[in-house]
C-alpha cells in the first residue's frame, strides 16, 4: 500500500471549512483513498473514499488531484465535534482490509 | 442499535493472567477484525476473519488467540498477559467485496486493557 503523509495538525474555526491535505505521490492505479476520523476515546469512523474522481456525501467532500499524488478532504462547515485525528489511507481494495493506520492529522475545530 | 460492541469497555489485570474480550456485530457483515492501539497512538491491524475462516495474521504472538464461533462474534483471547500488552484494543467488521462495493470497516469503541 503507498505511503501518506499528512501535517501533524492543524485548527480550523468552527462553521469554516477544514481542508485536511494528504500526499500519496507513490499511489498506483488500483488503490483507493479513503479518510477515517478518531475523536477522542472511541473508535474510527469511516468518512469517504475514492478512486479518482471527487466525491462527497453527508459528512465531507474528497477531492482527488488528476495526477492522483495527492488528495483533500474538505468538511464544508466545521463543528466543535468534528475535532478528531483524521486518517488518510491509501490501500489495494483486494476485499480484506488490511488497513495501515499513520499518525494523521489532529484537527482542533475551536469556537 | 449499536453496531459494534465490545465488552469489556475498561480490563485491568496482573501479568501472568489469561483475559477475553469479547465483540459482536450486528450488521450483517462478515468479516470481522482486531485492530491495536498501543500508547504511540499507532493502530495496527493484528487478526481478521472472514466467514469464521483466519484469513490475516500479524505475526502477533502466539498468546492471543482469536476465536469466531459465527459470523457476527469474534473474540480475543490472551494468555499470560504481559505489561506490554497494554494498549486498547478495537474490534471492527465489514462486508467482503472487492472494489467499490466494499463496504469501509465499521469499528468498536475499544477496550482499554491494562497490565499491571
Known amino acids: 500500500d503507498a505511503k501518506t503523509t499528512q501535517p501533524p495538525s492543524m485548527d480550523c474555526a468552527e462553521g469554516r471549512a477544514a481542508n485536511l491535505p494528504c500526499n500519496h505521490s507513490t499511489i498506483s492505479g488500483n488503490e483507493y483513498v479513503y479518510w477515517y476520523r478518531q475523536i477522542h476515546s472511541q473508535g474510527p469512523q469511516y468518512i469517504i473514499h475514492?478512486?479518482?474522481n471527487n466525491e462527497t456525501n453527508e459528512m465531507a467532500s474528497l477531492i482527488i488531484t488528476e495526477d492522483r499524488k495527492s488528495s483533500t478532504l474538505i468538511l464544508p462547515h466545521a463543528t466543535l465535534r468534528d475535532t478528531a485525528v483524521y486518517y488518510c489511507i491509501a490501500f489495494m481494495n483486494t476485499g480484506f482490509q488490511k488497513l495501515v493506520f499513520g499518525t494523521g492529522t489532529r484537527l482542533l475545530v475551536s469556537p | 442499535d449499536t453496531a459494534v460492541s465490545q465488552t469489556p469497555k475498561y480490563l485491568v489485570t496482573q501479568m501472568g493472567n489469561d483475559k477475553s474480550i469479547k465483540c459482536e456485530q450486528n450488521?450483517?457483515?462478515?468479516?470481522m477484525y482486531w485492530y491495536k492501539q498501543d500508547s504511540k497512538k499507532f493502530l495496527k491491524i493484528m487478526f481478521s476473519?472472514?466467514?469464521?475462516?483466519?484469513?490475516i495474521n500479524e505475526t502477533v504472538p502466539n498468546r492471543f488467540s482469536p476465536k469466531s464461533p459465527d459470523k457476527a462474534h469474534l473474540n480475543l483471547h490472551i494468555n499470560s498477559l504481559e505489561l506490554g500488552d497494554s494498549a486498547v484494543y478495537f474490534c471492527a467488521s465489514s462486508r467482503w467485496d472487492r472494489g467499490p462495493l466494499n463496504s469501509p470497516l465499521h469499528f468498536g469503541n475499544g477496550t482499554r486493557l491494562t497490565v499491571t
Open positions: 476473519y472472514n466467514n469464521k475462516e483466519l484469513i
Open positions: 475514492g478512486l479518482k
Open positions: 450488521l450483517g457483515h462478515d468479516t
